[in-house]
């Protein structure tokens, strides 16, 4: 039985398909993606539903588009280290905002400016794994050669992980779930805390592998 998720990719194929037909680079993809990510996000700066609903909805487009740059790319061979590097700098941005927005609007609506805070710390903690994974694809060892630190295999960090995952991949399901649920603000104070963690957790298990494997560490 095929595994039905990332749900996003149920979408993405069938347009995906369409888009291998035109004269559109996947550069060109993200970049439209990016535009509808930042004008999703930037709706959510306001309290009212029907503003909300019409975010989450742009923000399902970005996403879809989001995973048919790679699509795209893989079916014309146009795969390239900048096309990676700008997708990932995308999904940074969209969700940056996304928070801010979010924590924006909910203090808003409830006059406790603790939930613009909130989110401002969301949105640090997505950049601050924004840079960890740009540092961790760039990290060489002493051998000079490039190497991925990956978190310890626990029940924490699978957790940690299917969280940031389904983030990353089905998101915009998450929000517009809540936001017709009118249970949005959830999000806030479990990526103030989930981002946190993760970052937290990447950089003590990065520090320990490298002890572990330094030769100028072993020499000591």
């Known amino acids: 039985m095929k595994n039905p998720f990332p749900l996003i990719r149920h979408f993405s194929r069938p347009i995906s398909a369409i888009l291998i037909k035109l004269p559109i680079t996947p550069n060109q993809i993200t970049t439209t ?7 999703g996000s930037i709706c959510f700066l306001s309290s009212k539903a029907e503003y909300q609903i019409i975010g989450s909805l742009i923000l399902l487009t970005s996403y879809i588009l989001d995973n048919c740059d790679g699509e795209v790319a893989r079916y014309k061979n ?16 969209v969700h940056a ?27 640090m903690g997505a950049t601050i794994n924004y ?7 760039s990290y060489k060892n002493d051998n000079g050669q490039s190497q991925e630190v990956k978190l310890p295999i626990t029940l924490t960090t699978r957790i940690i992980f299917i969280f940031r995952e ?4 089905d998101f915009c399901f998450i929000v517009l779930i809540l936001v017709l649920t009118n249970f949005l603000w959830i999000l806030l ?18 520090q320990k592998k490298y002890d572990v494997e330094s030769p100028k560490k072993r020499t000591r």
């Open 78 to 93: 146009l795969t390239s280290t900048f096309g990676e590097k700008f997708d990932t700098f995308v999904d940074w941005i």
């Open 97 to 123: 905002l996304f928070f801010t927005a979010l924590g924006y609007g909910t203090a808003q609506e409830t006059g406790n400016n603790t939930w613009l805070w909130i989110g401002l710390v969301g949105s």
């Open 166 to 169: 389904t983030f990353r991949s």
């Open 131 to 137: 840079l960890i994974v740009i540092f961790l694809k």
């Open 33 to 39: 993606g990016l535009l509808l990510g930042v004008t």
């Open 189 to 206: 104070p479990a990526a103030a805390i989930g981002a946190q963690v993760y970052w937290i957790m990447a950089i003590i298990t990065h």
